[in-house]
């Protein structure tokens, strides 16, 4: 276990699994709506901030799933994003997304999925939830699409809004690109690959919302 482990605040008595978590975003969402979080990710999160497992996530989860009340797994996106393309070579990165699929469906949980939405007009994830950082009232323009075992629905959240102040995904604006994603306690070279924890606290709320229960 690495990283600063931070005590729970108002637990909901639900534990959620984050596999390929990075440093943290969307872990902190479930945390931030009362979750008990543990994170897996095959490389060291020196700045992961709950308990935290290295190891592979494919097998973490086929082995340690069903333990848990929520899974989420946030597979590697480099394979399908526009970015690679222009940058790399997509065939270099694993595609892991129905591998994921099929072992988070095998552990009988709740689960959820978010990757770029290139992922969804490809066909591989369906777009249950698309969610935008101006929808949550920040600064930037951060599109990921969710699928989830229970296939969307609930409360809607507002269209996005792409005014012209936005902040820019660019180097020399990183540090502040990172802050207003709400990812305060990471490097800026780790906000890179992140999402902001607004969305998985909206999505949480979802679920709690079809289990009965309350948002911390």
Known sequence: MTGRVLPLRRPNGLRVLDVCCGAGGLSMGYYLAGFDVVGVDIRPQPNYPF???????????????????????????????TVTRWRGNPDAHPDLIGPGREVMQATGRPWVMENVPETAAAGLLRPDYLLCGTQFGLNVRRHRVFETSWGGGGDLVPPCWHRKDLLAFEHKGERAYADAMGCTWMTSLEARKAVPPAYTHWIATQFLALEGRTAA
Do not use: N
């Not at 989860?61 to 996106?77: N, T």
């Open 51 to 81: 308990p935290f497992i290295q190891a592979d996530g494919l097998e973490y989860c086929a082995e340690q799933g069903h333990a848990f009340d929520l899974v989420h797994g946030s597979w590697p996106c480099e394979r399908y994003a």
